[in-house]
């Protein structure tokens, strides 16, 4: 996983370490109000808008790396 | 990592994922800062918690958090037993969503907001009866959209109305509520960009009123504002004067010279700092000058710039010289009796910061902007002037110092004033009137405006007139260290039955304030007393201009007889003394030889 994602996620859901296995089932912090936070954070950081739809879809590391990768082939 | 560190870094991009960052890096260091406990509260939802526990480490704050549930605003507030009870908060952080309270503008309809300022007035009391925590209300952003369309072009009420009418209602309520304080959010969210603000995925997925990448910004306002109520505010600013108060540099400048004042840059930047240096005279911070300068030549640069809006009685204390800044601030600190950590100290030198910072840590000294054109944003962006209310004794402080300084100038000056005089070491010359000083007496009677008793015209037939008839006409010349002063008073004495009347005093402008009348009337007493008189009187015609003589009779014995502009002395009875400081040349015998 890039570093500079997997720090967003370090920071945002308060924990020590992260896999790309992971997801909102395996991250206890992972609730709907983080989940939120998350998002926001990450379209900050990375410079993408996401559609309301996709969002609660995203609840897991693998969903953001293809969204993200998705987002840098459009750009 | 120290928390300036933290938050350099942070400030880099402060982005959301930074402050959850920097959130983590801080809560280490909690015990370095103020711990205090902060409810939110919120109609919608409102997940600001980490970013404001951020922007208040910021200033020295470290919060614990209790997050309501949504929309509960209500019942925690009257509800004895709430969780907010429990959670026994310092300050109560409130936001709320105009969209959330009124649901019914999404169908076009806009209620009053009256109804909604009274319950929510009731919720305020209801919670002053059981804490005196105080309320910090973010007030209404305007609605995302206006289903009334353009009908409040033809007058009808509009969601933004509403909103307005809303915040004006909060702030008045704040006028008059103990501990209630508005977060102005509608005049930031304004200010930046309301669009931004607004955010309708948040919104329809989570209720969020506000979108989170605002809270930054309202964070930062919020956490100034519950800052402001628990941190005193400074007290005094303290300035340098060159390319600080004014562009340029006065030694080098002249008093024209320097930038202060006009229309034109970057005069006017200088101008506009000034004022706002002077709102916060208004706010009741005292103002100090600490400069590397010649002390005579700053004063003389207030003196001779009027059309800059500083004064120099705008300031409080005064320390203009050559000596070390943490000196003079020290000074200043201990003058008027506040404490060096209540004190603001701005300086275009780095180096001058570095030292007061060094020697003087409590001090909050700031290097000020590069640019003038910046100084003023920068003075209103110091959050250590930050006052929530004020009193009538703030607003009336700096007019209090102003007038305590005066009288502190005014003993000062009298006890001076004595070794002043005798530095001069004034000798007055008395001569009678002859062909070689008529010109210059005739010429003062006519000319002399002010130091001048009865202004009476007499011309150069009159008085040799007068002297035939066996009247004393005296010309009165004086002398100092610094040269001779020529003539510069006149006396005209009728004599007749054991009286000697004063017909005309008069003294040049030029000489008064240097007691020199005093002499005069103690030579014109012995002068009286030698041809024979019992008594000496005199008078006082009013003019426009003869004020500053008004007193010279009730001041040296005279009595005031019945018709009220005559007086009246006995001759040689506790007689006038000459002062100490003038010597009279001639010998004094009139009050000897009775």
């Known amino acids: 996983m890039r570093d500079d994602l997997k720090q967003v996620l370090l920071d945002v859901l308060e924990v020590n370490s992260i896999t790309e296995n992971d997801s909102s089932r395996t991250i206890p912090t992972w609730d709907s109000v983080r989940h939120l936070r998350l998002i926001l954070a990450l379209e900050e950081r990375f410079g993408v808008t996401l559609d309301a739809d996709e969002i609660p879809s995203l609840n897991s590391v693998r969903a953001i790396l ?10 | ?61 470290a919060a614990v958090f209790h997050q309501a549930g949504y929309d509960q605003y209500r019942q925690e507030l009257l509800n004895p037993e709430s969780e907010l009870d429990r959670f026994r908060p310092d300050a109560v952080l409130i936001s709320l969503d105009i969209e959330s309270a009124f649901p019914e503008l999404a169908a076009g309809r806009v209620p009053e907001a009256a109804e ?41 009420p509009s969601a933004f109305d509403l909103t307005m009418e809303l915040n004006r209602g909060l702030r008045r309520a704040a006028g008059f509520t103990p501990n209630l304080f508005i977060v102005g959010a509608a005049a930031l969210a304004c200010a930046t960009g309301l669009e931004g603000w607004r955010d309708r995925r948040m919104w329809y997925l989570a209720r969020a009123g506000i979108s989170p990448k605002k809270f930054p910004a309202l964070a930062r306002l919020a956490a100034r504002t519950i800052a402001a109520f628990f941190r005193p505010a400074a007290k005094c600013l303290v300035l340098d004067l060159d390319d600080t108060l004014w562009g340029g540099i006065l030694g080098d400048a002249g008093p024209n010279g320097i930038l202060c004042a006009g229309s034109d840059y970057p005069a006017n930047a200088y101008a506009d700092f000034q004022r706002a240096v002077l709102a916060l005279r208004s706010r009741g911070i005292l103002l100090a000058v600490a400069s590397k300068n010649d002390s005579a030549l700053a004063e003389e640069a207030f003196e001779q710039r009027r059309d800059m809006p500083l004064r120099r009685r705008h300031f409080a204390d005064w320390e203009v010289h050559w000596g070390p800044k943490p000196e003079s601030i020290q000074r200043i600190a ?13 300086d275009n030198n780095p180096d001058e910061i570095a030292l007061v910072s060094m020697a003087l840590p409590q001090v909050r000294a700031y290097r000020m902007p590069e640019r003038p054109e910046q100084f003023a944003t920068f003075l209103a962006s110091l959050e250590d002037f930050d006052q929530l209310r004020l009193s009538d004794e703030d607003r009336r ?21 004595e070794s002043f005089y005798r530095s001069l070491g004034t000798v007055l010359i008395p001569e009678p009137a002859s062909e070689a000083n008529m010109d210059r007496i005739a010429q003062l009677i006519q000319k002399t ?13 009159a008085l040799a007139a007068r002297m035939a008839a066996g009247s004393e006409l005296w010309a009165f010349r004086a002398r100092d260290v610094h040269g001779d002063h020529g003539i510069i008073a006149v006396a005209l004495l009728d004599f007749a039955a054991g009286s000697c009347a004063i017909d005309t005093l008069l003294m040049s402008c030029r000489v008064m304030g240097r007691t020199l009348e005093t002499a005069i009337l103690c030579f014109l007493e012995h002068r009286a007393a ?3 008189a019992r008594e000496l009187t005199g008078e006082y015609l009013p003019t426009p201009k003869n004020g500053p003589c008004r007193d010279l009779y009730p001041q040296h014995g005279f009595r005031r007889s019945d018709d009220g502009n ?26 000897a030889t009775i």
């Open chain 1, 66 to 75: 293809a969204v993200l990768r998705r987002g840098a082939a459009a750009a």
């Open chain 2, 1 to 61: 990592m120290t928390r300036a560190d933290i938050f350099a870094e942070l400030d880099r991009s402060g982005t959301l994922a930074a402050y959850a960052a920097a959130a983590r890096k801080l809560a280490p260091l909690a015990q370095e800062m103020m711990p205090l406990r902060v409810a939110i509260l919120a109609n919608h939802t409102f997940d600001i918690e980490t970013v404001l526990g951020v922007e208040l480490a910021r200033r020295g704050i």
């Open chain 2, 116 to 156: 909604w300022l009274e319950s929510f007035d009731a919720l305020v009391a209801a919670w002053r009866s059981r804490s005196r925590a105080p309320l910090f209300v973010c007030d209404f952003l305007p609605s995302a959209f206006d289903m009334q369309g353009l009908l409040a072009a033809g007058g009808e």
């Open chain 2, 334 to 346: 201990s003058r008027l009796n506040i404490g060096l950590d209540s004190i603001v100290f701005l």
């Open chain 2, 397 to 417: 402080r700096p007019e209090l110092y102003e007038l305590r300084n005066q009288q502190v100038a005014m003993a000062a000056a009298a006890t001076d004033l």
């Open chain 2, 449 to 461: 405006n002010q130091f001048n008793l009865t202004t009476r015209r007499h011309d150069k037939a």
């Open chain 2, 530 to 532: 030698a041809r024979g």
């Open chain 2, 566 to 591: 005559r007086w009246t002395k006995d001759i040689c009875h506790s007689p006038i003394l000459c002062p100490e400081w003038i010597s009279i040349e001639g010998e004094l015998t009139g009050c």
